[in-house]
């Protein structure tokens, strides 16, 4: 239910707030007052994209608020907390800010929203029938949208769409990898050659750091035994060496430490020093005697890293890198291996698919046509209470090829006389006859679908007279499982509200107002008085209007 609306500098509109209270809200006022700016602005807030030209001139910005009451519209409160909105009251406050420069913003609940976001939360929050609305039944495509609305059969709907969608999905696949089979020998020999060139390698991980130290090594070999050998010769072969001058020293200390017990000490560690000194000396010594040049070994690392480098550049910076394509180009290779059973496994899922859709397609094709012929019915005898006495209606079914929307082409077939074939209801139905079985359409499609609030923005011009007194009771009748909000310029739709806005505008100062007022029972009926009888108002239409809201 849409408890209020307050727009700011919205339009010619300064600063209004408007009630609304269940039942049926009627909203009259003069051509040109403003009226149908409120089912603009109703529009914006579920989602309409909203352009700086509606904001009020010489204004930066525009601000339009809805509060609603969705306590018993649970699948609201679904869509907030799926979104990620907070949902634990029982009101949504939608607030869109326009901004002259700049992108407008979007607020539920005084969070930050996405303009997709909302259009999701507020789907069929608000029905909204305008006088122009009608037009939709002169599109062919729009007859299967509208019998699937009054059956209800969104759901079934939605199965063919997603059926049909991967059935899209895996004929490209298939047609893909048709297409593919040329190519897939050549790229085959191709992976082949690359695997082999990377086994053949016989790469280990770190083989080329330690090939880039022996080569280091290699070519530093005449420094290395250079220095081993002098270091080595000076330590133990040399006369005096330095462990023989260590071990004099060592002598002289420990005869010493027999005087002061310190010395003795430090003559102990001498001794081991002597002990690791040699040790290393041995050390260099066999290090020299295992120092050799290989003929040829400088070569073949060279040629070794040559080749390791080339693989890095193919197939990845690091040894590591080249082991995770090898994987790579065999998980390929399998993958062409299997191409057969891959494109036979998608075909057994195409015809599996193709059989659900067909099932599906033609589960929704029965109701739809039961549906069609239910629906002649109940049109020809409610059109006959709306003023088209005798009209036919029916829709005619044929079959199409698979589609997004099943397997039927409708067509609405309508004549207003009886002794008249009925023909396409584009080419035969006029502007006022489009109206009432919109409105009739309407009304069924509401009863069954459960909306939460219905608009009808003159959707009941080009009728008059006892008509309107029909159409004014099918719209009191829908106000009562819903909120109803009718703009009208007829009294007789007038009448039946159970409350009554007026929509005024003024020129203060050379500056255009407009006002929005609930009007009590004397001004309802004056209101109703101009409705009846124009500008000026008289005790005869005053006592018409006291006599139609007495009805």
């Not at 707030?17 to 909203?27: A, E, R």
């Not at 051509?31 to 010489?58: R, Y």
């Amino acid at each position: 239910m849409l408890l209020g609306l307050n727009l700011k500098n919205f339009t010619i509109i300064d600063d209004i707030s408007v009630s609304f209270t269940s039942g049926l809200n009627i909203i009259t006022g003069e051509t040109g007052a403003g009226k149908s700016i409120i089912v603009d602005a109703v529009n914006i807030i579920l989602g309409e994209k909203a352009t700086p030209d509606l904001i009020k001139t010489g204004e930066d910005e525009s601000r339009i608020e809805a509060l609603f009451d969705i306590s018993s519209y649970p699948l609201i409160k679904e869509r907030l907390l799926s979104s990620g909105f907070d949902a634990s009251g029982d009101e949504l406050l939608i607030k869109r800010v326009i901004y002259r420069k700049g992108r407008s913003r979007v607020h539920m609940n005084g969070e930050t929203a996405t303009l997709s976001i909302l259009e999701h939360v507020t789907e069929g929050l608000i029905d909204v029938f305008s006088q122009h609305e009608h037009q939709t039944l002169l599109k062919k495509e729009n007859h299967l949208r509208v019998l699937d609305e009054l059956g209800g059969n969104g759901k079934d709907h939605e199965r063919v769409r997603e059926l049909y969608g991967r059935h899209s999905e895996v004929r490209a696949m298939i047609r893909q990898m048709s297409d593919d089979v040329r190519d897939l020998a050549e790229k085959e020999d191709f992976l082949k050659f690359q695997l082999d060139e990377i086994q053949k390698s016989s790469l280990s991980l770190g083989e080329d750091e330690e090939l880039e130290a022996e080569k280091r090594k290699l070519l530093n070999i005449e420094k290395l035994l250079s220095a081993s050998k002098s270091a080595y010769e000076e330590i133990y072969e040399n006369e005096p060496s330095l462990s023989g001058r260590l071990k004099s020293l060592t002598a002289e200390i420990s005869e010493a430490g027999k005087i002061d017990e310190p010395l003795g000490k430090i003559a102990s560690l001498l001794e081991s020093a002597i002990v690791q000194i040699e040790d290393a000396s041995f050390t260099l010594r066999d290090y020299a005697s295992e120092l050799s040049f290989e003929s040829g070994r400088l070569d073949e690392i060279e040629e070794r890293l040559k080749d390791i480098s080339e693989l890095k550049r193919k197939y990845g910076g690091t040894i590591s890198n080249i082991f995770k394509r090898r994987g790579e180009i065999e998980k390929e290779l399998s993958a062409i291996t299997n191409h057969d059973e891959q494109l036979e496994g998608l075909g057994a899922e195409l015809r599996g698919i193709e059989k659900s859709y067909n099932k599906a397609a033609s589960e929704l094709s029965k109701k739809r046509k039961r549906l069609g012929a239910s629906l002649g019915e109940v049109l020809q005898k409610e059109l006959s209470h709306v003023g088209i006495k005798g009209a036919q209606f029916s829709s005619e079914f044929k079959q199409k090829e698979m589609s997004p929307d099943g397997v039927d082409d409708v067509t609405f077939l309508f004549s207003a006389n009886p002794d008249e074939a009925p023909k396409p209801l584009a080419r035969v139905a006029s502007g006022g006859e489009l109206s009432r079985i919109m409105l009739v359409l309407k009304e069924a499609i509401a009863r069954t679908e459960g909306g939460s609030v219905i608009i009808f923005d003159e959707a009941d011009s080009g009728i008059g007279g006892a008509v309107a007194e029909t159409v004014g009771e099918k719209i009191k009748r829908l106000s009562e499982p819903y909120q109803v909000i009718c703009i009208t310029h007829l009294p007789q739709v007038a009448k039946f509200g159970d409350s009554h806005l007026l929509v005024s505008k003024t020129l203060i100062d050379g500056k255009t107002r407009v006002s929005v007022r609930s009007l009590n029972e004397q001004e309802r009926v004056r209101e109703l008085a101009r409705m009846i009888g124009g500008l000026k108002v008289t005790q005869k239409t005053l006592d018409a209007a006291h006599e139609m809201l007495g009805r």
